[in-house]
């Protein structure tokens, strides 16, 4: 009898704290949205109009925040040490899962650390160069940097980076090891190559496209298995002689670990939204990507791509050999 009351007692105080949730109102001041890469990037330009569009839907602001460095690393580590509260929110890429492949040690856990919100949007890579490098096509970029190993130079924005998995993936393809060069994010790094103070890389077309279009920098391949629409002249790998070199970077919101359900449903809503808002679908498509369909962008279908791409990645990961400390 006894056990009895307790146990509804401790279903009453379950029930009281959810009721709780639903009534608190949220959100009631600005959400910070950790990008774990610098600002002016493809992962940046990403969050920026998504934050913009939920925001408007949430009414607060939606600051995004950068903290590159360590290929998306240390912002992860921030996220998952964060209060679970529904101010901190993650923005990041395919490195969630290629992270606990490519490094011994993590701080943080890239499954159980974190809540899933929804998917937002898969980005085809191009390789690029700088414009007066030599390589007129991917065939010559392919001779070129064979024959000049010691002094090419490939910018990615770090380990666990989708630049440096594309530029792994390239590397092993091509079996030559390249100098790579390390910054906090592709924006810096494509300032570089403007600048000619390195030589090409790999990066998601919401940072290639418009230098691609005003021939800034020489474009050879995009890494999808079709063209990209908003580059037709663009062959694919598969076409221009890497037969079978595939990547896209997909994009995925999170919070910590243990954010209320209530409030996951909320932010899960404000980024369906956003998702459909024209300006986002427009600029996603002058940027050689589209939103993802409503039923991706869920909790429940971020977990299961997660989780489905950590085991993608591992033994390819494996294979090149590749780690960090
Ligand atoms: N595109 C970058 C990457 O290689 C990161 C960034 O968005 O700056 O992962």
Redesign the pocket.
């Known amino acids: 009898m006894k056990h009895k009351f307790l146990k509804s007692v401790a279903g009453l105080a379950m029930f009281a704290s959810a009721f709780a949730y639903a009534q608190t109102p949220y959100p009631t001041k600005p959400i910070t949205m950790i990008v774990p890469?610098?600002a002016g990037?493809?992962?940046?330009t990403v969050a920026r109009l998504v934050a913009q569009s939920m925001g408007n839907t949430l009414k607060q602001t939606v600051l995004v925040e950068n903290v590159g460095g360590a290929g998306?690393t240390i912002g992860a580590a921030r996220v998952a040490k964060s209060a679970p509260d529904g101010y901190t929110l993650f923005l990041h890429?395919i490195?969630q899962s290629t992270a606990p492949s490519l490094y011994r040690k993590l701080s943080y856990n890239a499954v159980d650390d974190f809540e899933p919100i929804g998917l937002i949007t898969d980005v085809p890579m191009t390789f690029i160069a700088r414009g007066d490098f030599p390589a007129k096509d991917l065939k010559e970029l392919l001779a070129y940097v064979k024959a000049n190993k010691s002094k090419v130079t490939y910018a990615?924005?770090g380990v666990g980076?989708?630049?440096?998995l594309c530029g792994m993936l390239f590397m092993t393809a091509i079996d030559t090891e390249l100098t790579t060069v390390p910054y906090k994010?592709?924006?810096p790094a494509m300032n570089d190559l403007l600048g000619g103070q390195v030589d090409f890389m790999c990066?998601?077309t919401t940072?290639t496209t418009s230098q691609i279009k005003g021939g800034k920098i020489k474009a050879y391949a995009v890494t999808t298995k079709t063209r990209v629409p908003s580059l037709p002249n663009l062959p694919t790998m598969n076409e221009a002689g890497l037969p079978g070199f595939e990547v896209a970077v997909w994009h995925g919101l999170y919070a910590p670990k243990s954010t209320p359900k209530p409030i996951i449903d909320k932010l899960e809503h404000a980024l369906q939204v956003a998702l459909k808002d024209p300006t986002v679908k427009q600029r996603f498509a002058d940027l050689g990507t589209e939103p993802v369909a409503e039923n991706r962008a869920t909790p429940e279908a971020l977990r299961a791509h997660l989780k489905a791409e950590i085991a993608k990645w591992a033994p390819i990961i494996k294979k090149a050999g590749v780690y960090a400390d």
Do not use: C, E, R
């Open positions: 890469f610098a990037g493809p992962t940046d998306g890429h490195g990615n924005a980076s989708a630049s440096h994010g592709t924006g990066d998601q940072n």
